[in-house]
């Protein structure tokens, strides 16, 4: 896929061909980008843990390369360089970019027949609060332009609905006067409008002059549709009010690293939409171009984030350092790039910035900021994520804001109601595992406890001080109907920031080195809470039953069974006898809920639809494993992941097999493979893995795009226990200990 604008600048892929070099390193070794020079090198307990231990090096990246042939000035555009870079052609300094989430273009001057393009990257960490890796992890172009071009990021177009029901497509130029269409000006008669549920797309060929009396023309693909947040309706998008049903998103790939990859963004969005999420918030910076291409195509609205830190610092090494020298220039690159993308409804111009809340002339900046983005794009409004609108509301920032963005603080919905337009910007976070469940018994009663071994409880009954739990959250947005909705902490687990419960000293989460916080894992696959929003937030009939009913010596011992639905009512049977009708209506839960005396057999929810449709879930007591079950779960691009699950003799998953398995494929190259475990620390390019809590997931990469690739997977050994703290203090299951320094395990078969 190519970006959603066509310009008279030539673009051609330039990612193949470069060779990388990690620190000092004597040996280069060759590589296409996107790539990610930290990616996999391992995981060390002196390594900042936000970034997940990894040891993130210096890269240095070169290319060597022809002159190219033809007429014009070239230039080289790279996506986004993470990040501090600087770039020389044949040794000579020729540009760079400290910002690591923005594109650049370095000039190729003077060249040769054979030249070298060598591109430094300083990620030294810390520098963010996830793990970004570092290198060219984004796309890099070859520019050829010949005469005077048209960029297509200084052209702006806008769409208005007018009474008639026709629109009025506005276009400009930055530096030009545009020639077609007419007086930058269209009418639309019965246009089809762009909504995330149809995302209607259109696209509009551009003629501009510049003082010279140049011309030139470039295809902008826009949507019609307009945008306005309100103090009383929340949002309207095409005069109607839409609730924002979001989730927040590191631009990360889990197991294929910080590089940008278009099939994992495809399959993450996928999940979204299954989930009916219909908004997606760039935490906590510009994404690569494609990621809005996808959005406009998929129809997600897009809360567009510029930054996670200004002034003062929250890591030793982040963008504070750059901040006064390159803000303004970051701010107007951010959004010339994304202006004409439907998408994006609200810019953002930062995240929980500590000059929001401490210090002076935080609300000056957010004025001036507010100014930059106004100066090129007034058809959307501006936001921050605060989260201490308390402060906020007193230092000038809050009331420079446009819309209010609350990071959790959901009290601050009513005080602000028909003061400002709000919204919440980040919402409950959850401590969860895929699949986990941790009891303690309490007199015959197994009750949830939050975590034990580094491992967090799928019923998150921990209370966070500054967040409200999931359901709180989501029941808050159904009373303050003057908000425009929420974006939900997060979409997958990510590498860093492995938080997680009762440690205090960040040293301390080793081994656990990827976060918790996802409505899927590391791997992509679902956890509990991912179903509590498909309830919420999907048109289509819901039913979700957990625990796991596999629970060997728990004989008649009481377990709490929930069930996420969309119906009204639902009806729950173990062994075909039922254990009682329950209904939404007098509860204030978002789940319904039994207890329910252990015994081995088949547990069944029959979930009740509005419409008297019934459906159903079960959770059946599993034998012992006979094979390890790959379904294909997803696939785009020539990139193929499939799910595998050890299975007993009837397919019931068995999730307490860890069973350490190796992969082998067919018509392919195994990339990698991941079971979602925050704390596992064997390579993911390596191709055998343990299976965390029944399954894995692998990623292969087809041979060629004809061929549909396969796998077979074989066991290497048996782990294997159930998941309870039987309140004695020894757990039947001990997390797998690091074994060294760096990574644990060599990989070889
Ligand atoms: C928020 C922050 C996010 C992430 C999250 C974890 O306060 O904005 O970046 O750290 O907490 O719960």
New binding site residues.
Partial sequence: MMLAILAAAALTAFNEGWEVRRGDAASWTRVAVPHDAAFDVGYARDEDPDQGFVPVPVATYRKTFAKPAGRGRFSVRFDGVYMDSSVTLNGRPVGGRRNGYLPFEVPLEGLGETNVLEVRCDARTPNA?WYQGCGIQRDVWLVRRDGWTLEPEAVAVTTELLPDGSARVRVTADGARVIKPANGELIVREPKLWTPEAPNLRWLDVMAENARGERDTVRIRYGIRTVEFTKDRGLLLNGRPYRIKGLCRHETFGALGGAFNLAATKRELAMCKEMGVNAIRT??NPFSPQFYDLCDEMGFLVKDEAFDEWRLPKTANGYSRFFDACWTNDLRTFVRRDRNHPCVILWSVG??IRDHWKGNGGGELTRAMVDVVHALDRSRPVTA?L?HPDVSYTNGVLHALDVVGL?YNADWYAKLKGEKPVFGS?TA?SLADRDVYLFEERDGRMTPIQATNHLECAYSPKAFTWAAPAEVALKAQRDSPWSAGEFA?CTYDYLG?PNHTGYRDKRDYWPARSSY?GLCDLAGLPKDRFHLYRSQWSDRPVAHLMPDWTNPGCEGKVFPVWCYTNGEEAELFLNGVSQGVRRFAGTDDLHLAWDVAYEPGTLEVRAKMRDGTVVTDRRVTAGPVVRYAVTPDFASDGLHFFRIDAVDDRGNRVLSCEDEVSVSVADGTLLALDNGSPRDHTPFGCARRHLFRGSLVAVVKASSQEVRPSISVGKRSVHGGVLLDRGDGQDARRPREARSRHISSPCSL
């Fill in positions: 609060r935490a906590h995240n929980e994520g989260n990071n980040e976070p902490w920031e916080w």
